[in-house]
């Protein structure tokens, strides 16, 4: 398991920008399949995007369609951070959000954790409002 941190929420306006980090002290070795989810008062728990990496230049990504061409997920592998990159946010975006990791063999299957999340390490979470 992985000991998760987020950082860099906030309160903002609508159409402004955010960008969310993701401290990890993870197993050393192996790939990992990363995610960001929400969750909003009321609401059950969204997947926003997964992120895989096999070390070999190749990315996996996979996006929610609420917020495809809005959010961007990265990963500083040297800096052991996942990065949720925010723009136009709306304030249909206010949630706590959660980063989450799980080892993983099948790291192009990454995706399919956005709909069937099945993570052994979760983050606090952190708190996202946009305005109107």
């Known amino acids: 398991q992985a000991h998760l941190v987020e950082s860099g929420g906030g309160s903002v306006q609508a159409g402004e920008s955010l960008t969310l980090s993701c401290v990890g002290s993870?197993?050393?070795?192996?790939?990992?399949?990363w995610a960001w989810f929400r969750q909003a008062p009321g609401k059950e728990r969204e997947g926003v995007a997964t992120?895989?990496?096999?070390?070999?230049?190749?990315?996996?990504?996979k996006y929610a369609d609420s917020v495809k061409g809005r959010f961007t997920i990265f990963r500083d592998k040297g800096r052991n951070t996942l990065y949720l990159q925010m723009q136009s946010l709306t304030p249909e975006d206010t949630a706590m959000y959660y980063c989450?990791?799980?080892?993983?063999?099948?790291?192009?299957?990454?995706?399919?954790?956005?709909?069937?999340?099945?993570?052994?390490?979760w983050g606090q979470g952190i708190q996202v409002t946009v305005s109107a």
């Open positions: 989450a990791a799980v080892a993983t063999v099948s790291p192009s299957r990454c995706g399919e954790q956005l709909s069937t999340p099945n993570f052994d390490s």
């Open positions: 993870t197993y050393t070795g192996g790939t990992f399949c």
């Open positions: 992120y895989s990496s096999p070390g070999t230049g190749t990315y996996f990504k």
